[in-house]
């Protein structure tokens, strides 16, 4: 089963707007990942925040995480064509050793 | 930077072989993943491994083994392949550091089609 479920499924946006996504899980975690997968390619790994964090920044790209409401967020800052991807959430589940758990991501369609 | 490589990018084989899949990564990293990924399925885990000749079962185990005989290289085997075993596969890597975590370093996946 999966325990990250990303909301929307889907996006479009033109160029400079900013795109959020959101991930929902169901257990107790020790941490949450996003990851970026460009067409057809491997997965890229973008920020990692730990459950004591609420938020976490790097680059465009700024994550929060609610534990008590087992959500989190992923938010793309001034977005460009090349963000264009599908975006996964990723739990690290407490007592599941190092196993991920992946959400089934948001496809997002950056326009220029 | 962490590399980790598989073997073949695209792989076409036929109902009943047994194939392999390789995986290697360069950063002496202890835990190596095997992963499925389908539309509308996500990433599913078939198997890992924490150390070497050491492997777990995922998600999805069934009809398909693993094995790790050294730290930089992580098998997949399909022993008698079937069509619904077309899918992309996808390896990847992580560092153990006593209880911290880290993430995961992916290959760029394989596509493999079973006719």
């Known amino acids: 089963s999966q325990q990250g479920e990303e909301d929307p499924q889907a996006l479009s946006i033109q160029e400079g707007e900013n795109a959020t996504m959101n991930c929902s899980y169901k257990t107790s975690i020790n941490n949450l990942q996003w990851y970026r997968q460009n067409s057809g390619r491997g997965l890229v790994h973008l920020i990692l925040i730990r459950s004591n964090e609420r938020e976490k920044h790097s680059g465009r790209l700024r994550v929060t995480l609610d534990t008590s409401k087992k959500s989190s967020s992923l938010l793309i800052t001034a977005s460009r064509a090349a963000d264009t991807a599908s975006y996964f959430c990723a739990t690290d589940a407490l007592g599941a050793g190092n196993k991920l758990t992946f959400g089934g991501g948001t496809r997002v369609l950056v326009k220029p | 930077d962490v590399k980790v490589t598989q073997s073949s990018r695209y792989l076409v084989k036929r109902t009943g072989e047994k194939v392999f899949l390789e995986c290697v990564q360069d950063m002496d990293h202890e835990n190596m993943f095997w992963y499925r990924q389908d539309p509308g399925l996500g990433l599913r885990l078939i198997y890992f491994?924490?150390?070497?000749?050491?492997?777990e079962k995922g998600d999805i185990p069934e009809g398909y083994s693993v094995s790790r005989e050294k730290k930089e290289r992580f098998s997949l085997i399909l022993e008698s392949a079937s069509t619904n075993q077309t899918s992309m596969y996808l390896c990847?890597?992580?560092?153990?550091?006593?209880?911290?975590?880290?993430?995961?370093?992916f290959g760029p996946g394989t596509r493999l089609t079973v006719t």
């Open positions: 491994s924490y150390d070497v000749k050491m492997k």
């Open positions: 990847a890597s992580s560092q153990t550091d006593g209880t911290e975590r880290y993430e995961q370093y």
